[in-house]
């Protein structure tokens, strides 16, 4: 698509292979993407799809661990990529038979760190409420915000590396990791770093090349404080659970925490069989983390993601 219409790309295939993506899902087959379309015909694909891979996700965790729906108190949805008023999560409860009462807490505009960011603000409502399980659903459509006439290096960047997924967590009970804590960081003056431009055609991906520098500079000292937050020891950590960005973003996590080149495979393995599901990235490796069972009981872990804002999402965990 782009070869035919931009003489340029020659010099820009690479990118492609520097992703280090060898496999991707979308909601739509390829031939949607050949095609311009309006915004509303995007969102209302975003609409039926997130509804439905959101309830496939949920039934395969509450089915996971026996769950029924009188076990569930809430539902906390995660999402960036469309918008819906009522939020998913008022439809998706119908479907999975949960309670008129449930509680819903819609989340929107946390990117790529609404994964870590909804694990802790469920297991601090869990808290509260100990006798119910909360659901999180997190769902990701970033195929369909593609832009088919924008020719910037930043958006065939987001065309070469993002995907669409979907993934659920339950939380409370007295099985799976414990969740310790967690630490939320926004830094000043980044708000440019990464995000959404909304034009007639949809969410444009705004993406910086800064984010690598920023891992470099700022991920080490964040994380040594939120363990100085919770009274942790950073040389503890033994299980790092990273949302990958990208390749080069993976490079820089393991060059700030002075991990060998290729030691977060399971984040370098996600993407390359899935890609960059934005929030839903984290969980995928989370879910293979533990089926892997390469921990210790009571080993320390944390699991982690960057995004808008320019934000960083922390959950410190117990295996």
Known sequence: M???????FERL??????VHVENRYFCVPVEWFERDHTFPEKNALYVEHALDLSEKAARRAMDRVGAGPDDVGAIFFVSTTGISTPSIDSKLLFRLGLSEHTRRVPIWGLGCSAGAAGIARAAEHARLYPDQLVLLVAVELSGLTFQRSDRSKSNLISTSLFADGAAAVLIGG??????????STTWPDTEEVMGWDLVETGLKVQLSKSVPTIVREKFRDN???ACV?????FGEIKHFVLHPGGSKVLDAFEEALDLPAGGL????DVLR????MSSVTVLFILERFLEGGEFAPGDLG??????PGFSAEHVFFRC
């Open 174 to 183: 007295a099985t799976g990791p414990e969740v310790l804590g967690s630490y």
């Open 273 to 276: 069989d899935c890609g960059n």
């Open 229 to 233: 937050s919770w009274g942790l020891d």
């Open 302 to 307: 944390v699991l982690s993601a960057m995004g």
């Open 223 to 225: 994380l040594e404080e």
């Open 2 to 8: 782009f070869s035919r219409r931009n003489g340029d």
């Open 265 to 268: 495979t399971t984040s370098r």
């Open 13 to 18: 295939l690479p990118i492609f292979d520097n």
